[in-house]
């Protein structure tokens, strides 16, 4: 989760949303990612789909059956979608998204039973930092656009 957090600080360096991914096969660090919507001008450009086209390349195949993603954020339905479809074995992800995350937060994909897989899910691992890391980056956005209205 180290690195994941230490890709969302790449991610925020740039202007992005922090959220970071790592994707681990065995012990082997296979993909690194963090957001990049922006930089791309790219919807689907998020940490994690960004990490599933790098591991994926990296493999060379399009499964990653014995991987296991790390993320700073829980996963919106298009990312758990993406996971679904590579087969990934594991998501571990840093702070709950009260708003669209869909491994337990607002819904849950993985209880569909029109899903052909299923990957185990742990959140909320170092889910404080990586929390702080995102209400952080939104409260100085923030702060910038009123500051850029007041003048």
Same mark, same amino acid.
């Given at each position: 989760m180290r690195l994941a957090i230490e890709q969302a600080h790449l991610a925020e360096q740039i202007g992005e949303v922090? #959220?970071?991914?790592?994707?681990v096969c065995g012990d082997e660090?296979?993909?690194?990612?963090?957001?990049?919507?922006?930089?791309q001008n790219n919807p689907t450009a998020h940490a994690e789909n960004?990490?599933? $086209? $790098?591991?994926?390349?990296?493999?060379n195949n399009y499964r990653l059956?014995?991987?296991?993603?790390?993320?700073t954020l829980e996963p919106c339905t298009m990312c758990a979608g993406a996971l679904?479809?590579?087969?990934? *074995? %594991?998501?571990?992800?840093?702070?709950?998204?009260r708003k669209t995350g869909v491994l337990g937060s607002v819904d849950d994909l993985l209880t569909k039973s029109y899903h052909n897989? @299923?990957?185990? #899910?742990?959140?909320?691992?170092?889910?404080?930092?990586?929390?702080?890391?995102?209400s952080?980056?939104? *409260? @100085? %956005? %923030?702060?910038a656009k009123k500051s850029k209205h007041c003048e």
């Open positions: 922090p #959220v970071g991914a790592v994707i660090v296979v993909a690194v990612a963090h957001n990049q919507m922006i930089t960004l990490a599933l $086209a $790098a591991a994926g390349e990296n493999l059956v014995d991987c296991d993603l790390y993320v679904i479809h590579a087969r990934i *074995k %594991r998501v571990v992800f840093g702070a709950f998204d897989h @299923q990957f185990t #899910v742990v959140g909320g691992v170092l889910g404080e930092e990586c929390g702080l890391l995102l952080d980056f939104f *409260k @100085q %956005r %923030r702060k």
